[in-house]
Nanobody, 122 residues
Framework: QVQLVESGGGLVQAGGSLRLSCAAS????????LGWFRQAPGKEREFVVA????????NYADSVKGRFTISRENAKNTVYLQMNSLKPEDTAVYYC????WGLGKQNGYRYWGQGTQVTVSS
């Protein structure tokens, strides 16, 4: 069972940037699709972006296209979420998720991290 630990959240002004990291415990990290999701207060958790196990496919929510970038570094068992041009509506708890041999879709993730808070002030 893979364990995921997010980091990099914090408080940033609108227009600023943050990079989230998600470190995985499993040595077969390269076999997992990885996704980022977020949940704002009073709202349901929503898909943000995902990358396939091979890294050849990415899938972005329309709300973050052109601003967020997902990448993975298999040698470090880590996936990153670079967030630029942040908006107050990006404020949420961000979760990392993993699925073995996944294709980077918007659902079907079995393993989840505990989340990291991102707050964007206006």
């Amino acid at each position: 069972q893979v364990q995921l630990v997010e980091s990099g959240g914090g408080l940033v002004q609108a227009g600023g940037s943050l990079r989230l990291s998600c470190a995985a415990s499993d040595r077969t990290f390269s076999s997992y699709a990885l996704g980022w999701f977020r949940q704002a207060p009073g709202k349901e958790r929503e898909f943000v972006v995902a990358i396939s196990w091979s890294g050849s496919s990415t899938n972005y929510a329309d709300s973050v296209k052109g601003r967020f970038t997902i990448s993975r570094e298999n040698a470090k068992n880590t996936v990153y979420l670079q967030m630029n041009s942040l908006k107050p509506e990006d404020t949420a708890v961000y979760y990392c998720a993993a699925e073995l041999w996944g294709l980077g879709k918007q659902n079907g993730y079995r393993y989840w991290g505990q989340g990291t808070q991102v707050t964007v002030s206006s």
